[in-house]
């Protein structure tokens, strides 16, 4: 139980596109789930909390309008990278929240903006 | 705010046993996480401990104590594959997300 799925697991695209990423809960409902970053040898970083049906709360220094977070049922949370740029290539992780205070993360997504 | 402290590095033989302690500091505590996380993956759940004490799971075991704001992870019968990060978590507010250090990068050799 508590498996978390993302989608796609890597994305390439130019730069000035958007990109959406999928985070869904498999097995159980979620209202709150989280994304994360992660830049090579570094830690996770927080970057919004989502809950279902209200807007994503947004750590200092990311800016909500280029993540975009939409948490609209209980078991999909979705990312959107607009307008991406070579420095926004990333590994994004999402986390939900399940059974009790356990976050389980997805597999995460690769990122890469050319 | 939040801190934590662990080693940034440790190595170790296989089948050896090998604890890597935590310490940390938060406002509001609601349980301390142990993930592992394997290079180029997302981390894996380990333990969870909420009480003082240790929680014994298979090879890993996990230790509280909330005086003293730390915790250890004991991995015992070391195994190649259990080359990785292992990162500690302390959950301050209930229902908020976990902040994570840089973790502890073990290397596991023959």
């Known amino acids: 139980g508590a498996v978390v799925s993302q989608h796609p697991s890597w994305v390439i695209c130019k730069s000035g596109t958007s990109v959406k990423i999928e985070c869904r809960s498999l097995d159980f409902q979620a209202t709150t789930m989280f994304w994360y970053r992660q830049f090579p040898k570094q830690s996770l970083m927080l970057m919004a909390t989502s809950n279902e049906g209200s807007k994503a709360t947004y750590e200092q220094g990311v800016e909500k309008d280029k993540f975009l977070i939409n948490h609209a049922s209980l078991t999909l949370s979705t990312l959107t990278v607009t307008s991406a740029h070579p420095e926004d290539s990333s590994f994004y992780i999402c986390?939900?929240?399940?059974?009790?205070?356990?976050?389980?993360f997805g597999p995460g997504t690769r990122l890469l903006v050319l | 705010g939040q801190n934590i402290d662990q080693p940034t590095e440790m190595t170790a033989t296989e089948g050896a046993i090998v604890q890597i302690n935590c310490t940390y500091q938060?406002?509001?505590?609601?349980?301390l996480f142990w993930y592992q996380q394997h290079a180029g993956e997302a981390p894996t759940f380990l333990s969870y401990n909420v009480l003082d004490g240790l929680e014994e799971k298979g090879r890993f075991s996990s230790f509280l104590s909330r005086s003293k704001g730390y915790s250890y992870l004991l991995l015992k019968e070391l195994q190649m594959k259990d080359s990785a990060s292992y990162l500690c978590a302390p959950l301050g507010e209930a229902g908020t997300a976990l902040i994570f250090g840089k973790g502890t990068t073990l290397s596991v050799s023959s």
């Open positions: 938060t406002s509001g505590f609601n349980g």
């Open positions: 986390s939900a929240m399940g059974f009790g205070e356990t976050q389980y």
